[in-house]
Nanobody, 125 residues
């Protein structure tokens, strides 16, 4: 069992930065792939980024590549999402997720077993 709690969301102007954190509890944290997803009002949930258990492999949606960086600290049971050069279209509720998807299915939300409650990110123009 893994419990996830996100933090770090807020209101920021376009071009600004935010760092999201996701604190996990559970003894098997290090065996899970961790991902970030987001859902904007009226839109479907979409994949943002994911990181392997070792941190050696990272995956990004094309829309955030070069602007967002995912990282994890297994000693602290925490995964981070550094978001730079934010755009109004990045506005959404951001969710942390843990699961064991394959490299081919890391973008698929249904492959993740545990989800946080979400944190709101609002980017003003």
């Amino acid at each position: 069992q893994v419990q996830l709690v996100e933090s770090g969301g807020g209101l920021v102007q376009a071009g600004g930065s935010l760092r999201l954190s996701c604190a996990a509890s559970g003894r098997t944290f290090t065996t899970y792939i961790l991902g970030w997803f987001r859902q904007a009002p009226g839109k479907e949930r979409e994949f943002v980024a994911a990181i392997s258990w070792s941190g050696g492999n990272t995956y990004y949606a094309d829309s955030v590549k070069g602007r967002f960086t995912i990282s994890r600290d297994n000693a602290k049971n925490t995964v981070y999402l550094q978001m730079n050069s934010l755009k109004p279209e990045d506005t959404a509720v951001y969710y942390c997720a843990a699961g064991r998807p394959s490299a081919r299915t890391v973008v698929t939300g249904s492959r993740y077993d545990y989800w946080g409650q979400g944190t709101q990110v609002t980017v003003s123009s």
